[in-house]
């Protein structure tokens, strides 16, 4: 069955970056987007970016542009998530998610908690 | 960028009630509204999608309704199991939005 599974909990201090894993199981990777949502604590769902693993193009939200980048391994069907000079603002649960009929999202990875503290 | 903006943040209703969310946009497009269910912990459940159209799994009880820029979620009848945060979303306009969140609990 489909699944994403994400790589587990980062702390890091403000300044640094964070690279977060997404493998995606269960479907041909190179025929869905895979989306970066992420959700501050007790906060909404913020979206973040997409990149399409087949050719690796990408679009970022403006408020992220120059911060983060995302890219894709075909071979081990797996999504990478950098967030750069982190501030404690971006400590958030991360999600990947799969992106179908435009930007509707069908599959969720369970989430990545990153925190942002001196 | 759209504005989502749902209303009730909050409803405590009891077994078996009917339940009505809605989401207004900041501006208007066809109907690619989804809606998503996320129960504390746990990542967001896609629910319905293009406004009214079921995912796969999700029980009848749910459903989904509008166009423009007015939407709505129902829950027919309020089970035990439902007690959640729901979310919509603007699925066509990028960047895709989202609303500010329901919270649903059982009275």
């Known amino acids: 069955q489909v699944q994403l599974m994400q790589s587990g909990a980062e702390v890091r201090k403000p300044g640094a970056s964070v690279n977060i894993s997404c493998k995606a199981l269960g479907y041909m990777f190179t025929s869905y987007y895979v989306h970066w949502v992420r959700q501050a604590p007790g906060q909404g769902l913020q979206w973040m970016g997409m990149i399409n693993p087949s050719g690796g193009s990408t679009d970022y939200a403006q408020q992220f542009q120059g911060r983060v980048t995302m890219t894709s391994d075909t071979s081990t069907s797996t999504v990478y998530m950098e967030l750069r000079r982190l501030r404690s603002e971006d400590t958030a649960v991360y999600y990947c998610a799969r992106g179908t009929d435009g930007y509707n999202f069908d599959y969720w990875g369970q989430g990545t908690l990153g925190t942002v503290s001196s | ?107």
Do not use: H
């Open chain 2, 1 to 107: 960028d759209i504005q989502m903006t749902q209303s009730p943040s909050f409803v405590s209703s009891s077994i078996g009630d009917r339940v009505t969310i809605t989401c207004q946009a900041s501006q208007g497009f066809y109907n690619w509204l989804a809606w998503y269910q996320q129960k504390p912990g746990k990542a967001p459940k896609l629910l319905i999608y293009a406004a009214s159209t079921l995912q796969s799994g999700v029980p009848s009880r749910f459903s989904g309704s509008g166009s423009g820029t007015e939407f709505t979620l129902t829950i027919s009848s309020l089970q035990p199991e439902d007690v959640a945060t729901y979310f919509c979303q603007q699925a066509t306009i990028f960047p895709p939005t989202f609303g500010g969140g329901t919270k649903v609990e059982i009275k």
